[in-house]
């Protein structure tokens, strides 16, 4: 079983609805990690969180928001998406015992606004 | 400002030759480095990673990376590239004070040649 999930892996969605994308892991770590990854921009880290009471904005947080559910779940949301949101998302963790150094990234969704 | 960079988008290599690939930093003191590959459909996986010491790391799947302070760069090689090593790599740092966030270069995009 992977230790990063993501849900849903694809989803078209249109203009003003509201989305959520789901991340869990099962690696025991305390930092979570929202990425969006765009055509030649690289990842580009959206929100973050150190343990569950902690969250963080990114470099552009505009138009999402996170809930920090448990250690283990980190949800990202889009409260009315819009067609530059289109774009592959990632999340991933990472483990402040080791030095949270390394992440470790989900598989991704996929999210098409229309 | 501080950041990554890696100066090619694309590159093309046949089968069994040698790679190299380029990334440049832009920090006051030397961050942490990090290769990450994405194959397609895939997330991130971390090929290898410089923190202190020997300044040439050995990573998965046959790479290796060589850090040199002079130049702040962090290029990947491989000695003879096989066709599953297609796809997307990226280099990231995490600066060794301030914000505990990774950076991501833009990304290469490695197609080869049969």
């Known amino acids: 079983d992977a230790d990063v999930t993501q849900t849903p892996r694809n989803r078209i969605t249109k203009t003003g609805k509201r989305i959520m994308l789901e991340c869990s892991q099962t690696?025991?770590?305390?930092?979570m990690y929202w990425y969006r990854q765009d055509p030649g921009l690289g990842l580009r880290l959206i929100y973050y969180?150190?343990?569950?009471?902690?969250?963080n904005k990114g470099e552009i947080s505009d138009g999402y928001s996170v809930s920090r559910q448990a250690q283990a779940k980190f949800s990202l949301s889009l409260e009315s998406a819009i067609p530059n949101q289109t774009a592959l998302y990632f999340c991933a963790t990472s483990d402040t015992g080791t030095g949270a150094y390394e992440q470790y990234f989900g598989p991704g969704t996929r999210l098409t606004v229309t | 400002a501080q950041s990554v960079t890696q100066p090619d988008i694309h590159i093309t290599v046949s089968e069994g030759a040698s790679l190299e690939l380029r990334c440049n930093y832009s920090y006051g003191a030397t961050p942490y480095l990090f290769w990450y590959v994405q194959s397609p459909g895939q997330g991130l996986q971390l090929l290898l990673k410089?923190?202190?010491?020997?300044?040439l790391v050995q990573g998965i799947k046959g790479f290796e990376a060589e850090f040199k302070r002079s130049q702040s760069s962090f290029n990947l090689r491989k000695p003879s590239v096989h066709w599953s090593d297609a796809a997307e790599y990226f280099c990231a740092v995490r600066p060794v004070q301030g914000a505990q966030k990774l950076v991501f270069g833009q990304g290469t995009r490695l197609t080869i040649n049969p």
């Open positions: 410089y923190f202190s010491g020997d300044t």
């Open positions: 969180s150190f343990d569950v009471k902690d969250i």
């Open positions: 690696k025991g770590h305390d930092r």
